[in-house]
């Protein structure tokens, strides 16, 4: 296999470009707000519409929900062949605090060979990786089968409503394969954890708190359920112990809320007491066992307390994912990033969810998740990619492509 004759492409790459089209995407606040008007993705990907279409791709704006566009541009190649899909979002996690930043999280200063600010390394620069990937396909002239298709969505940050709107427009339908572009280090990412993210209410009676016989305190059934949960947690790491790439399962409390409505008082007992749970699965675990397992939790300790009612809504799944090494776009990536650093590829695992994970669990589209960035750096203060690796990365990516599409890793 000749994979220099993919030089010329490598070659094109224009480094100039990719530093400054990262920064421009920064520039452009892309936190999603609902309480705001116009804080939201669309600035972002119509700035990114408008670069894909001069650099001649066809362009596609979907709305998702008002203010909130998907974009998708599409390169054909010379001959009829197979689809690769390379994805990354536009939205961007809130800034926080700006007294615990040194660098303005807007304004994408470069020092250190750093670029910083928010989404920069998730996903903005992965984002501009991907854009100048293709161009620097063009620019080289060199033929290839198949298609390129770039999704842009929004709300990966949220409930990845972007990425649903796009396997149900039907875009997903012809891709065989899919590059997921977020901050791994440029590891090789064919695992991700899966989530479930749980709402448990307990049901109780309101009364003053110096006469606790006259209501229902629901918090002590809430506590309950928490130790009970610590308890499944350990036992699930006990029977499947820490996966090679993902680590271990967790359930995790996260949101404790009494009331769920009004004020709260110190000398009341509230009415109804809330905790959300965010669960994270890794082979080995069935969500539907999960729910079960938690149910089986309220009944026993309705039998201890004929008082308790709890009730459980799951508002969101998305199941772990896992692709084959010896799936084509595996091995594509593998050769593409031995020739390129000149290293052994590693190979790893996502410890959250991405768009991928619909893609892959609604399509049973084969993945690979990969690209610039710290993979502790992402919703900090200061979040930056380092340039050497995202210049990395768009090689990374245009030789994937050519190697799949063409097929010369088989």
């Known amino acids: 296999m000749d994979i220099s004759r993919y030089d010329k ?9 990719v530093i400054e089209f990262t920064q421009e995407l920064i520039r452009i606040k892309s936190v999603f707000n609902p309480d705001k008007e116009g804080c939201n993705e669309e600035r972002v990907a119509m700035f990114v519409a408008d670069r894909l279409k001069k650099m001649g791709l066809q362009v596609y704006v979907e709305e998702v929900v008002p203010g909130r566009p998907n974009v998708i541009g599409i390169l054909k190649g010379s001959q009829e062949g197979k689809t690769i899909l390379f994805e990354a ?8 605090d700006l007294e615990k930043w040194n ?5 994408a200063v470069i020092d250190d060979n750093k670029i910083y600010g928010r989404g920069s390394c998730d996903t903005k620069g992965n984002l501009a990786a991907m854009v100048y990937a293709v161009q620097a396909i063009l620019n080289s002239k060199i033929e290839f089968k198949g298609n390129i298709v770039l999704c842009i969505p929004v709300d990966e940050e949220g409930m990845m409503l972007g990425i649903k709107h796009f396997i149900k427009q039907g875009w997903a339908d012809d891709v065989n394969a899919a590059i997921i572009c ?3 280090e440029n590891n090789i990412c064919i695992y991700q954890k899966g989530a479930m993210r749980v709402i448990i209410k307990v049901k109780g009676k309101m009364a003053h708190g110096a006469m606790p016989e006259a209501g229902i305190n629901p918090n002590w059934g809430l506590a309950k359920i928490i130790t009970e949960l610590q308890k499944l947690q350990k036992e699930e790491i006990n029977r499947l112990g820490s ?7 967790s359930f995790t409390p996260t949101i404790i809320k009494a009331p769920i409505r009004g004020d ?7 009415q109804e007491s809330m905790v959300t749970i965010d669960i994270r699965t890794i082979p080995g675990q069935e969500h539907d066992k999960i729910k079960e397992s938690i149910k089986s939790i309220f009944n026993m300790l309705s039998k201890e307390d004929s008082d308790f009612k709890a009730e459980m809504e799951v508002i969101e799944e998305r199941p772990w994912t896992e692709t084959s090494p ?10 593409a990033f031995k020739y390129i650093t000149k290293k052994a590829p590693i190979y790893n695992g996502v410890p959250g969810a991405t768009d991928g994970t619909f893609l892959n669990s609604w399509k049973n589209i084969p993945i690979v998740t990969i690209g610039a960035g710290n993979r502790l750096i992402p919703h900090q203060a200061d979040e930056y990619i380092e340039i050497n690796e995202l210049l990395e990365t768009v090689k990374i990516y245009a030789l994937t492509a ?6 010369d890793v088989f």
């Open 402 to 407: 050519m190697l799949f599409l063409n097929e």
């Open 264 to 270: 709260a008082q110190i000398n009341v007992i509230p």
């Open 326 to 335: 010896d799936e084509p776009i595996v091995r594509a990536t593998a050769e």
């Open 243 to 249: 996966h090679k790439y993902l680590g271990k399962p």
């Open 89 to 96: 979002h536009t939205d961007v996690v809130t800034e926080g």
């Open 103 to 107: 660098f303005p999280p807007f304004e």
């Open 182 to 184: 977020e901050p791994e």
């Open 9 to 17: 492409i490598i070659s094109t790459i224009d480094e100039n470009g």
